[in-house]
Structure formats: structure tokens, C-alpha cells
């Protein structure tokens, strides 16, 4: 892990990747992050985030299909997959898996900066208490050939674009907009079902 580098989530792409987690509580869930990369400031922007999968999250055919369509979308506003999501199963369990790692593996090949934010559930269940304005996520940074959690001393960290996402995730949370979220899953079940969802937040 080399360098100082900050990894900033615009709100939307935070709070819907939170919601996709919500919604598949018993479930390991995932997404992947699309931005870009201002090497000048060492900056990697997460302009998005796109919900992926509830089910069967390590099957390749349908990652593939999903991959392309989101680089396809993405790259025509200039935009490409800067790291990936993972939320466990179970809500005690703080581990990158395998699936994740792999995954991070995949997307570095083509963006060495990018980095995995694992869902923490213990942030996630404290927020209301807590009036936090960090992300209730872990970053994850690759080290050579594994990954590990990034901390300020090893350069590397997690910001929110926005200081009120958290007050705004609040207000999702208790409206249970989570029940309108959709991922790939979703979209391959039924394509009239917007990956994008372009309407979570009008």
C-alpha cells in the first residue's frame, strides 16, 4: 500500500449501496463503484455505485453480463469502475471473503488505485445513536498481492462527499425506502426493472 490517497462517495452511490444491504439483510450482498481518478490531488471520486447482486454473488455469467453493461453506461459520461462493494451474510462477521477479494482483484487489473468497502454493520447500527458523519463502511486497499484494511498511517481513507449523508440515510431508513432499491439480480428477473435506479431518490 503505497501513497496517500483519499477515496471520496458521493451520497447517492453511499446511501444505495446501504439501502441494497438493508434490503437482503440475510444476505451477502454487492455492488460495484464507478468514478475517476484525479491523480493531481490523489483523489479517487465515487461518483456512483450500482447495486449488483442478493443471490449467488460468486456466479461469473452474471457478473459478466452486468460488468459490461455498467462499463458500457459509465464510460459513455466519461466515467469507469474505480472498486467494489460487499456486505456479509451475517451481520457479526467482518471479513473480506473470497468473493470480494476476488472481485477487487478483477477491477484492479484495469484501476491499480481501487479499493473495497465492506459494509460495518456495528457503524451501520449505532448511526442513530451516534450523530457520525464517516461512513459506516471499512476501506480496504490492496498490498501487494493481499488486501487489508487501509488506515490514515499507510495512506488511504473514506470520506463522504456530502456531511449529511448519514442524516439522510437516517431518513431512508425510516421511511424504508430500502423496499424500492434494485440491483441486477432484479433487472435479470424482470429487464423493465431500472439497475439505475434512476427514481430511489426524486
Not at 481501487?114 to 445513536?129: R, T, V
Not at 421511511?175 to 431500472?194: N, Y
Amino acid at each position: 500500500m503505497t501513497g496517500e490517497l483519499v477515496y471520496e462517495i458521493a451520497q447517492n452511490g453511499y446511501i444505495k449501496l446501504v439501502l441494497h444491504a438493508l434490503k437482503h439483510r440475510t444476505s451477502a450482498v454487492n455492488g460495484v463503484l464507478v468514478g475517476r481518478y484525479e491523480s493531481t490531488k490523489g483523489v479517487v471520486e465515487i461518483c456512483d455505485a450500482v447495486p449488483l447482486f442478493h443471490s449467488n454473488i460468486s456466479l461469473l455469467p452474471p457478473l459478466e453480463i452486468a460488468l459490461m453493461q455498467i462499463e458500457e453506461y459509465y464510460g459513455g459520461q466519461g466515467l469507469s469502475l474505480v472498486g467494489y462493494f460487499h456486505a456479509n451474510e451475517r451481520s457479526d462477521d467482518n471479513d473480506l471473503c473470497n468473493v470480494a477479494k476476488n472481485i477487487g482483484d478483477h477491477i484492479c487489473r484495469y484501476f491499480p488505485q481501487a479499493g473495497i468497502l465492506l459494509l460495518d454493520n456495528k457503524k451501520l447500527a449505532s448511526l442513530s445513536k451516534v450523530k457520525d458523519r464517516s461512513p459506516v463502511m471499512q476501506l480496504y486497499r490492496r498490498d501487494g498481492s493481499k488486501w487489508k484494511v487501509a488506515v490514515l498511517e499507510d495512506g488511504g481513507r473514506l470520506g463522504i462527499k456530502e456531511p449529511s449523508a448519514n442524516v439522510m440515510l437516517l431518513d431512508y431508513i425510516s421511511s424504508e425506502k430500502w423496499q424500492d432499491i434494485v440491483d441486477f439480480d432484479d433487472h435479470l428477473d424482470d429487464i423493465s426493472k431500472d439497475w439505475l435506479n434512476g427514481e430511489l431518490f426524486k
